[in-house]
């Protein structure tokens, strides 16, 4: 499985790369912010809705902590997905959130 640190993608996103990070965490804690422009698809929600996803773009997948993203990378990269896992999740974002 790719990862990437909260810190690094940090960097990408103040270098104004085109990222498409997807969140996975329980709505209560999106509602708490999340990264700016971040799609919000529940860590549940992620089987019926994948079909919402590109296949020929890369994706980057954050939760609280790491650990809800990477089962959602292990589940999307076995249907043939490109993602990342977040490492460290929005417990160690330090950019803005809206």
């Known amino acids: 499985m ?3 640190t909260a810190k690094e993608l940090k960097q990408k996103y103040a ?9 996975v965490r329980e709505d209560e804690e999106v509602a ?4 700016p422009g971040a799609k919000h698809i529940p860590l549940g929600q992620i089987p019926e809705r994948m079909k919402e996803l590109d ?8 939760c609280r902590s790491g650990g809800r993203s ?3 990378c ?7 997905y490109d993602v990342t896992n977040v490492a460290g999740g929005m417990l160690e974002w330090e950019g803005e959130t809206e």
């Open 15 to 23: 270098a104004g790369e085109k990222l498409n990070i997807i969140d």
């Open 70 to 72: 990477g089962n959602a």
């Open 74 to 80: 292990r589940f999307l990269h076995h249907e043939g």
């Open 2 to 4: 790719k990862e990437i």
């Open 32 to 35: 708490m912010g999340k990264i």
């Open 55 to 62: 296949r020929n773009k890369q994706y980057y997948i954050v």
